[in-house]
C-alpha cells in the first residue's frame, strides 16, 4: 500500500482512468452531502486558507492493453463522482458565459476525457452501469432522456443551480477547487486484501447500507468475467425491483426480513450484514447461486410493497397490506409466495393465508391490542407450518395464539367495531372503503371520496338534529359520532356539512343519488338517530366478519395441533396442598400487582406453581403455608437487589424458572419483590 498527497487536478490530470467496479454501490450522495462540499469550497476561498482535506481515494492499479493505467476505485467514488459533477457544471456555465474566466474546453480536455482514447476508454471517470449513461450524457452535453433517473443528474442540476447564483464568482470556484487535497491510495494486489480494506474503511456504517456491504461481499471475491454475468443478470435486476427514490433503504428492509425468513428470527438491526455473511457461510450456495435466491424473493417482496400481480386476487390483498401497513408479515409471506411457486400450496391457498394475515392484523388494530409483538410472531409462524397440511395448520396457529398474541375472534372483534372510535383510526378510510367494495364485482374508486359523519361533528348541532336525536342528543352524538354505524363515503362532503337529515338525502349529490353499497340503509330512513346508527352498525358488523374472517377449523381439523397440556388436569388456587387463609391473601395481592404489569401477561395454573408469562414465563409463585416463594427467570448476576432479598439457585433443583429465588412472608415487603419481579418482566420479548 502506497499513499500520496494530491489533488483533483492533479489526480484527474494524467491519463489514468478511474472506473467504479460492478460490485460497489451506485452513486448515492444526495443533496445534502453536494450542499456541504459546496459550503466548505466557498468557506475555503472566502477565508484564504492554502487547502482543505476532503478524503481519501483507494484504487487499485492495472494496466490496460494499449499501456494506459486503469484503477479500481476501492474506496472515494461519492467523492470522486461529486467533484466531477461540480467540474462539470461549471464547464457548462462557462460555455454559455465566455467571460467568467474559466475556460471550458481545459476542464474537458484534460479533467473529463483522456483526448486520445476511443469508446468507453475516453472517459476520466466510468461508473457502474447504473449511473454510467447519465455520467457520459452530462460529460458529452447530450440530451438526457426524461425516464432516465439518478443522482448524478440530481446532482447536477444542484451544483448548476449554486454556480448560477454567483455566490463566488466561476474563476474564484475554478481555484478553489484545486485547493481541496486527497490522499491517493494505491494497493498492492499482491500483499493488499481489497475486501478486507474496503470494510474496514466503512466498518463505522456512515456511508454504506447494509445492501451495499452485500452486494461487495458477494461480488467482489468473483472473477471479472463472472462477476459481469451475475451482475447483469441477476444483482442488477434485483435492485432494478426497488424503487429508485428509496432504493436503498428498501434493499435494507428487504435483506433483514430475507434473513428473518432463512433464520426464523429477527436479526438486529446493527448486525444484519454480519448475519448475513454467517448465513451464506452455512448455506452451502454458490454465490450465483444465492444470488437467484435473493432475486427470486426481492420479487415477492416488491410485489407486495408496490402492489404488483397479474392476479388480481392478490393485487387486491397487496393493497390492503399496504393500506394497513403490515410489512412486519413480509418475512412469513415471503416464504408463503415461495412454497406457492414450489407447488406446496396453491394460488387459493396462497390468497386464503395472505387474507388472514390482513385480518390478523386488521382485527388486533380494531381491538387496541399493542402491535409490539407481531414482528415475532410472523418471524417464527414458518416454523408452526405442516407442509403436508399447510393451509390448517396456519388456520390452527392463528387459531391457538393467546394472551397479547391473540387473533381476536367474531365475539370480541365485532363487540369492539361496532361500538369504537374509527373515524380516527389511522386505518379509517381504508375500513369504510373495504366495507364498501367487499364482494363488489363493481368496485368503487375512493380518490374523490371522503369520510362523511351522518350525524354531524359540530357540537352545536341545529334544532332539527336536536329534535331527531331528542332530548339527550348530547349524549348520543358523543357515543355514536365517530362509530361505525354513523360514516359513510361521499364526494360531497363540504356540501352536505351540517345539514339536516332529509337534506342529506335528497340534495344534489346527496345519499338517494349515491351508488354507494354503504348507503343502501341510509336512503330508506326518513330519520337518523341511536335506532338507526346500531341496526346500521349491525348489518356493517357482519359484512366485516365477512371481509376480514377468523380462521375457520372445526374441532377435530384443530385437535392434533392443540398441546397436549390442554387435555392434561386443569389446576385453580384451590388445588394447591399448603393454600391457607393468610397466604391466599398474599396471593391476591401480588396476583393483582403482577397481571397489572401489562394486558398481555398471561397466569397458568400448573401442578406444583402458578406461573406468570408474557412471552415465557417470568416469575413464578409457589404457595408454602406461611409464605410465598418465588421462582424469578433471570440469571442472579443480572438482578439488582439492593436490599440482598434475592437468593441464587443457579444449578439448584427448584419449582418454577430462573436463577433468581425470593420470599414474600408479609405484605410490607409487596413493593421490594415487585422491584425484582419488574426486573424480569422488562426482560421479556415483546417488542
Known sequence: MNAFKSNIYKYLGGTCQYLIPLYQRTYSWEKEQCARLWSDIVNLHKTHREGHFVGSIVRIDEDS???????????????????????????????????????????????LLNQYE??????????????????????????????????????YGFFAGQIAKLEITPADLYDAIGKLQ??????????????????????????????????????????????????????????????????SELLDNFFRDYLTMKLGRIPKKIDVYKEFRAYHGGSGMTIRDLCQDIYTFAKHYT?????????????????????????????????????????????????EIVRLCVSYVLRRAVCD???????????????????ENYLNSVKAFFILLDSYKEFPNDERFISTFLTRDIYNMNRCRYIIGRLENWDNKSVVSLDNLTIEHIIPQNPHLSPDWIAALGSNWSEIQKKYLHTVG??????????????????????????????????????????????????????????????????????????????QDETAPQYTLESYQYLNAFNRMLFEKLNTRILNLGTFVKREFKKMYIAYKADTN?????????????????????????????????????????????????????????????????LQDVE
Open 618 to 682: 417470568f416469575v413464578d409463585i409457589v404457595i408454602q403455608s406461611s409464605r410465598l416463594r418465588l421462582a424469578v427467570n433471570m440469571k442472579f448476576s443480572d438482578v439488582v437487589d439492593p436490599k440482598g432479598i434475592c437468593k441464587d439457585t443457579t444449578g439448584v433443583g427448584r419449582w418454577g424458572n430462573g436463577d433468581v429465588e425470593v420470599f414474600l412472608v408479609s405484605l410490607d415487603q409487596l413493593d421490594d419483590v415487585m422491584e425484582i419481579i419488574e426486573q424480569a418482566f422488562r
Open 65 to 111: 492493453a494499449a499501456g494506459s493505467t486503469l484503477a479500481m476505485i476501492i474506496d472515494g467514488q461519492q467523492r470522486l463522482t461529486t467533484l466531477t459533477l461540480l467540474l462539470i457544471a461549471l464547464r457548462d456555465y462557462a460555455a454559455s458565459h465566455a467571460d467568467c474566466g474559466v475556460n471550458p474546453n481545459k476542464i474537458t480536455d484534460t479533467l
Open 486 to 563: 354513523n360514516l359513510t363515503l361521499t364526494a360531497y362532503n363540504s356540501e352536505m356539512s351540517d345539514s339536516p337529515f332529509l337534506d342529506k338525502l335528497d340534495m344534489a349529490g346527496g345519499f338517494r343519488e349515491s351508488a354507494l353499497r354503504l348507503n343502501k340503509f341510509v336512503v330508506m330512513q326518513s330519520t337518523w338517530g341511536e335506532q338507526q346508527v346500531n341496526e346500521r352498525a349491525t348489518q356493517l358488523g357482519e359484512v366485516a366478519k365477512k371481509a376480514w374472517p377468523f380462521p375457520a377449523l372445526s374441532d377435530a381439523e384443530l385437535a392434533p395441533y392443540r398441546n
Open 369 to 387: 391490542i399493542p402491535t409490539n409483538s407481531l414482528n415475532k410472531t410472523f418471524a417464527t409462524m414458518k416454523n408452526d407450518i405442516k407442509p
Open 303 to 351: 410485489n407486495m410493497y408496490f402492489v404488483r400481480s397479474s392476479d388480481t386476487v392478490l393485487k387486491s390483498l397487496y393493497g390492503d397490506m399496504k393500506a394497513i401497513r403490515m410489512e412486519v408479515a413480509y418475512p412469513f409471506l415471503l416464504k408463503v409466495h415461495d412454497d406457492c411457486d414450489k407447488g406446496l400450496i396453491t394460488i387459493e391457498e396462497l390468497r
Open 118 to 155: 476511443t469508446g468507453d476508454a475516453r472517459y476520466k471517470l466510468l461508473l457502474t452501469q447504473s449511473d454510467r449513461d447519465a455520467l457520459i450524457k452530462k460529460i458529452e452535453s447530450a440530451p438526457v432522456p426524461e425516464t432516465l433517473k439518478s443522482r448524478v443528474l440530481d446532482n
Open 182 to 247: 486527497i490522499v491517493d491510495i494505491v494497493l498492492d494486489r499482491q500483499y493488499d486484501d481489497p475486501q478486507a480494506i474496503f470494510e474496514s474503511l466503512n466498518s463505522t456504517g456512515m456511508d454504506l447500507k447494509d445492501s451495499d456491504l452485500i452486494r461487495n461481499h458477494l461480488l467482489m471475491g468473483l472473477d471479472s468475467t463472472t462477476q459481469s454475468d451475475v451482475y447483469n443478470n441477476i444483482w442488477r435486476p434485483t435492485e432494478l425491483l426497488f424503487d429508485y427514490e428509496h432504493q
